[in-house]
């Protein structure tokens, strides 16, 4: 299964015109690996297809890992079994990477892959996040990441600063979804651009910057 994953993994790399190198082949490689060993004992994840694990979990963050520079904090939240922010980390070795994730058996999860692949500058936070001021610890940030939460749920609330000046929110969303955020910001974010992810087709990142509203 390992060797599938590498072949499909390289083969959709090449696709989308990105290339790695043998280090982070490797580390994805092992996150893979502990996905599959630790979902035979709980549920991280409901995507089984191998083919759709490359693309939706591995695939997406590289493909917009170009949006992500080498040095800053990357808050990453609600981040179940480690995607997109790991291979965020693998990419760009020098962030500084808070996981923030509310359920202490995916937080496990997560420590094991942080240990195994020995990733630097790299954590958990387990707690439960209601409203913006409960990461206000970890707020403003030079990137902030989620999927598989509605941001307007937890990021609300007294407005506190999300972003440094010149930080970006990646959101990996469908399209409807980034349309619903573009027509109800988030208080202090503003939606610029959204671009296409591999996922599938209508799955997209939405691009987002300090704003007022």
Known sequence: ???????????????????LSDR?????????????????RMNLTGIKDLDSIVRRHFLEPIAASDLVGEDGRLVDLGSGNGFPAIPLKVLRPRLDLVLVE??????????????????QTARVETRHVRETADLADLFPCRYLTLRAIQARRVLKGRPIPILEPGGR???FLSAAD?????????AGLSLIDTRPLPGGPDSVVAILEPGTT
């Open 24 to 40: 982070e082949i490797e580390a994805l490689t092992v996150h893979y690996r502990l996905l599959q060993e630790w979902s035979n």
């Open 169 to 171: 929110g990646l959101f």
């Open 1 to 19: 299964m390992v060797s599938a994953f590498r072949e499909r993994l390289l083969a959709g790399v090449q696709s989308i015109g990105r290339s």
């Open 102 to 119: 509310a359920s202490e058996k995916k937080s496990s999860f997560l420590w094991a892959v942080l240990r195994e692949l020995r990733l």
């Open 178 to 186: 980034a349309e619903t955020l573009k027509r109800r910001p988030v």
